[in-house]
């Protein structure tokens, strides 16, 4: 079975800093997709960012950009020039890639704050 | 822009008594979900469902347990004696294709008492 682990519960950040949360995936797989959620406040799930396994390159959304070590199974989420409302629950997830459909597994989750 | 709607934002109901919970999809999605995320706890998934069947179910997802797409717009979760250990906020999720990322709901929470 595939595990998602992120090994940090907490992080904080200074306003407009960087940040990286941590994220670890255990799996057989050789075809799947990663993904960083993110829950605010508010308890909805938006998507932040995506990386198909079969990409090289590390995707990119803006400020948000991604470290995917296919080797190590590390995919680990940048946040550059953070922002008040960057602060949230981030969840790292995991999705195998040849079964349509097929379930996200979510890690625990890293609570984000960030200081003014 | 498109987005995925559950109704209703929060349910209080006693322990044994059955519930609906409803989501609207993105119209032209065809890959459905539920998950549910227990306080503090990671996000959990239930169910799959595509082509009007159950494509995938975990182990939480018992007799207890049903989806239904009533119609084709609605797609509902029912759980049909209610515990304590079923609080929680369910997420509807809905996907384009198979391949594609899921985009959720904004939750309903459920508070059995």
């Known amino acids: 079975a595939q595990t998602v682990t992120q090994s940090q519960p907490e992080m904080s950040v200074q306003e407009a800093e960087t940040v990286t949360l941590s994220c670890t995936y255990d799996?057989?797989?050789?075809?799947?997709?990663l993904f960083w959620y993110k829950q605010p406040p508010s308890r909805q799930m938006i998507l932040v960012i995506r990386?198909?396994?079969?990409?090289?390159q590390n995707a990119t959304e803006n400020r948000f950009s991604v470290n995917f070590q296919k080797a190590a199974k590390s995919f680990s989420l940048k946040i550059s020039d953070s922002q008040l409302g960057d602060a949230a629950m981030y969840f790292c997830a995991y999705r195998r890639g040849k079964t349509s459909g097929s379930r996200l597994t979510f890690g625990e989750g890293t609570q984000l704050t960030v200081n003014p | 822009e498109p987005e995925v709607t559950q109704t209703p934002s929060h349910q209080v109901t006693q322990m044994g008594q059955e519930v609906i919970l409803r989501c609207v999809p993105i119209?032209?999605?065809?890959?459905f979900y539920w998950y549910r995320q227990i306080l503090g706890q990671k996000v959990e998934f239930l169910v799959s469902?595509?082509?009007?069947?159950?494509?995938?179910k975990s182990e939480i997802f018992d007799d207890q347990f049903s989806v239904e797409r009533p119609d084709g717009s609605n797609f509902t979760l029912k759980i049909r004696s209610t515990k304590l250990e079923d609080s929680a906020m369910y997420f509807c999720?809905?996907?384009?294709?198979?391949?594609?990322?899921?985009?959720f709901g904004q939750g309903t929470r459920l508070t059995v008492v």
């Open positions: 999720a809905s996907s384009e294709g198979g391949q594609t990322e899921a985009f």
């Open positions: 799996t057989s797989e050789s075809d799947y997709y």
């Open positions: 469902f595509y082509n009007n069947e159950i494509s995938e």
């Open positions: 990386q198909e396994a079969y990409k090289q």
């Open positions: 119209s032209n999605h065809l890959y």
